[in-house]
């Protein structure tokens, strides 16, 4: 009986030991299954944002080494297109009307937009609704406003009946070497200014109501409170939006092509312009792959120089 007994112990304690066993090897697989398989999740996207991205990216690597010859074929020319972007008048042109371009309409983007927000952030009536209507231009595509500006700008249009008791009517505002570039300049801070409005306002919503009453109970001065208390909560919100702005502004192709495709007296071919004449126009697809990867390293070097003065660690 006692020998039975003792069997009895040990056949379940063997089953204990094989159930243990077997639940220690589950548990295993378990976290092996779970450490690999957030990795296989992600592939889709990986493979998508290489498509998307990386892929076209090393193709104008590619081609901007590249001359295209009549009949298709290709010649290796190495850093050739890249050497004689320093002779071309075109490309030096495109430069200085997008910098003009760029100052312009991000200095004005940026000041209005920091002057609404801090307007909004007030109590003011039916603050809802002006944060709705100021949201509308930047939510329209691209093409969408260039075609509605396109409108307001054609002679005896709106524009020249509103400017006409200032400055007389038929201004030319896309017609005129003088003033297209500032119209596009217009149509660009109208639908991107509420981007500045809607990043500030966010920051200046963020701060803490507490610390500026107490600095107000201490006798602070505003624009002491502002420099002390509000603008570290902007700091880096502004140097985002900038970043994001300027980098945008670079890339501007929709409103110039529809609005004066880069005339009148290339007066508005900016550099996004130019890569597409030079590729689809001259059929100089090796050159203007050189000038969207100088882009590139460009925009590359201004975002890194924003984040540096600003001193923001992200």
């Known amino acids: 009986m006692a020998t039975e007994t003792g069997t009895d112990v040990h056949s379940t304690a063997d089953l204990d030991e094989q159930l243990g066993t077997e639940k220690s090897t589950r548990e295993r697989m378990l976290l092996w299954i779970d450490e690999r398989l957030k990795w296989l999740m ?20 590619q081609m901007s080494t590249q001359q295209y010859m009549p009949g298709g074929r290709t010649v290796y020319v190495g850093i050739e297109n890249y050497a004689n972007l320093l002779d071309n008048g075109a490309f030096i042109d495109s430069l200085i009307v997008t910098g003009k371009f760029i100052g312009l309409a991000v200095g004005l983007e940026f000041i209005l937009g920091f002057g609404i927000a801090l307007v909004l952030n007030k109590k003011i009536k039916m603050r809802g609704l002006w944060q709705t209507l100021i949201l509308i231009p930047m939510i329209l595509s691209p093409t969408v406003i260039g075609l509605i500006w396109r409108l307001m700008y054609t002679p005896d249009g709106l524009l020249d009946f509103m400017a006409a008791p200032f400055i007389g009517s038929n201004v030319g505002w896309i017609s005129s070497p003088d003033v297209a570039l500032y119209a596009i300049v217009m149509t ?52 985002l939006v900038l970043i994001i702005r300027v980098v945008d502004a670079l890339r501007v192709f929709a409103k110039v092509y529809i609005l004066t495709r880069g005339g009148p007296a290339n007066a508005t071919n900016v550099i996004s312009m130019e890569m597409y004449r030079t590729a689809f126009r001259f059929n100089n697809f090796g050159q203007a792959s050189a000038m969207a990867i100088t882009l590139l390293v460009v925009v590359l070097i201004l975002a890194m120089s924003f984040v540096k003065i600003a001193d923001i660690k992200f």
């Open 42 to 61: 992600t592939l889709p996207a990986v493979i998508l944002l290489f498509a998307l991205t990386f892929y076209p990216l090393l193709r104008a690597l």
């Open 188 to 239: 660009d801070v109208w639908q991107w200014t509420p981007l500045v409005v809607l990043v500030i306002f966010a920051g200046l919503q963020s701060v803490p109501g507490d610390i500026q009453e107490a600095a107000i109970m201490d006798g602070a001065p505003r624009w002491r409170r502002f420099i002390d208390i509000v603008f570290p909560y902007l700091k880096s919100l502004i140097v």
